[in-house]
């Protein structure tokens, strides 16, 4: 939309680079069949996009087999994969306060139906975890530890090196979270101890919609939870244990394979870290700029340390969904307000109460305009509230 000013990118960046349209484009024009299926020559070279992507995406989470990079809807789709695969009747799992729903819920239900317990671990007046508190929660039948490795509320960045070895030391299997992560800082699966890792496309990855997916280390005993077709061993009864197969049914979403794949070839061309340091810049400009507003409160941003660019606030007075609503309508700023999916981040925060908060996430392609436009905003909008007091 002309003149919008978006600074929603934890709920999804935008927007896309261009490389990443072109290619999804000319690639579904091209190659718009069905891989892994038949022998001819484009459903091969068709094959071979999905499988080079593989190796992109093993390679940048620095796996070793590119079939246990197994693609799905979304980060969501992945972590039911991930939680349902690997419990089982009376196993226990640990999990933190600062979880996503698409953690919560799978959990919650497997615990409502009998079949775990678990424990969740809250998070310190700055946003982080302990993970000494991981350990102290395993019991004898831990069998999972998940744990979100950026908040998308509050943006603090979770101690996962940390936490996955004791994990590792302890024998207990440790899943991530890396829907606000991945694309933003390196994940390295073999020095942070993941056994299991989900992620989205469309977020700092860069793909569209409707693509996400897992990372299973071999040795790691997850169970598909789903059966259909795969194109291979047809006269099989079951679904096939073999990775990629495992965790993927039906026909692949090869235009969002693409899409990721374009995304790749440009997170490699910015370089992350020179776009996390851009986005941290503007992110630390809009911390500052924030916390200096009379009636202005921030949550967990002391500093750029460990953080994301995304920040959440509250205007004293104003409940959130009224800010947000003059951000976008009077402003033209999109942004985020609510519980994000993350109601234990707020019950922890006591934000609760007060129906959440307002979420402003910087993207790699806002510009400092787009933050002094947004403190300005902020502070027209406590000093209308200042001027009814
Ligand atoms: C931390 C976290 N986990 C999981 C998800 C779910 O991602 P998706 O909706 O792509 O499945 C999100 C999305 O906002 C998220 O921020």
Known sequence: MQGLIYLDNAATAFPKPKMVHDFMYQFYQEHGVNPGRSGYDMCIATEEIVHATRKMLIRFFNGKDPNRLTFSYNASDSL????????????????TKVEHNSVLRPLNCLERDGVIEQTR???????????????????PNTKLVVVNHGSNVIGTIQPI??????????????AVDTSQTAGVIPIDVEAMKIDLLAFTGHKSLMGPTGIGGSYVREEVPIRSTRSGGT???????????????????????????????????WLEEEGLENIHRREIALWEKLRRGLQQIDGIVTYCADSAEDHLPVLSFNVEGWEASDVGTMLDVDYGIACRTGLQCAPLVHEHLGTDKIKGTVRLSVGPFNVEEHIDRAIEAVMEIAAMKAKKR
């Open 80 to 95: 039911n994969h991930i939680i349902q695969g690997m419990l089982q009747k009376g196993d226990h799992a640990i999990t």
């Open 161 to 174: 090196a940390e936490i996955g070895r004791i994990c590792r030391e302890k024998g207990v299997y440790f």
């Open 121 to 139: 671990v809250a998070f310190d007046k700055r946003g982080f975890v302990d993970p000494e508190d991981i350990r102290r929660a395993i019991r």
């Open 231 to 265: 194109g291979v061993h047809s006269a099989y009864p079951y679904h096939l244990d073999e990775f990629p197969y495992r965790l993927e049914i039906g026909t692949l979403n090869i235009i969002g394979v693409a899409g990721l794949n374009a995304g790749q070839r």
